[in-house]
């Protein structure tokens, strides 16, 4: 398998505008998570999914934010209008329903707002 | 509520020499716990983890950790640090409220110096 994918590795956008990140799991996983690392504030889960069903979406900071889950492989997280200080790495993540399991992560999506 | 706590946000050491990076969590039920490790510019990979059985679990590239239940914690340790090893390490353990949910420390920083 080829691991979670995420895309794009790196998005420089204007402030306004949507921007729209993708990831897709690993096959036969039925978790997926949605995390957002900063310097300031470390590793914070944003939202999660239990078979496409979005579970706890309490990490996410504001309307601003949404994320879908159409199908078992894949999943989107949108910022509509983006600003700066969701200038951050988001990353997205898989597991099987054991919670013995642990997370298999995706190598994110380094974006920047300008 | 779980808690992780990383007592160290960063461990300066000298290649060759043995290192060990801290973890308490706080549970009043039986719990997963994980390590992870960040390489610059990459997502977050599973070392090792915990689930049941011995206490010392053994990982990749030569980590190993010591699960403590009376005093809960599970330290990380490599005898012999290389260069490569250079990364952020994060504890993590197991909600034990359901839905495969995780719960990570802050991170530790490791910088191996020649």
């Known amino acids: 398998d080829a691991g979670v994918i995420q895309s794009p590795r790196h998005e420089v956008t204007e402030m306004g505008q949507e921007v729209t990140l993708r990831c897709k799991p690993i096959?036969?996983?039925?978790?997926l998570f949605w995390y957002r690392q900063t310097m300031m504030r470390g590793l914070e889960l944003l939202i999660y999914f239990n078979n496409n069903v979005p579970i706890d979406d309490s990490g996410m900071p504001e309307d601003r934010f949404s994320a879908k889950m159409p199908n078992a492989s894949f999943s989107t997280l949108k910022i509509q209008p983006s600003e700066p200080r969701d200038s951050a790495v988001y990353f997205c993540?898989?597991?099987?329903?054991?919670?013995?399991?642990?997370?298999?992560f995706g190598s994110g999506t380094r974006l920047t707002v300008v | 509520a779980q808690s992780v706590t990383q007592l160290d946000s960063q461990v300066p050491v000298f290649e060759e020499a043995p290192v060990e990076l801290r973890c308490n969590y706080s549970s009043s039920v039986s719990v997963y716990l994980f390590w992870y490790v960040q390489y610059p510019n990459q997502g977050l990979q599973l070392l090792l983890k915990y689930l049941s059985g011995s206490t010392l679990v053994k990982g990749i590239n030569g980590f190993e950790a010591e699960f403590n239940k009376s005093q809960t914690s599970f330290h990380l340790r490599k005898p012999s640090v290389h260069i490569s090893d250079t990364a952020e390490y994060f504890c993590?353990?197991?909600?034990?409220?359901?839905?495969?949910?995780?719960?990570f420390g802050a991170g530790t920083r490791l910088a191996v110096h020649p």
């Open positions: 993540a898989s597991s099987l329903a054991h919670s013995g399991y642990g997370y298999t």
């Open positions: 096959s036969g996983h039925d978790y």
């Open positions: 993590a353990v197991s909600d034990p409220g359901g839905y495969n949910k995780l719960i």
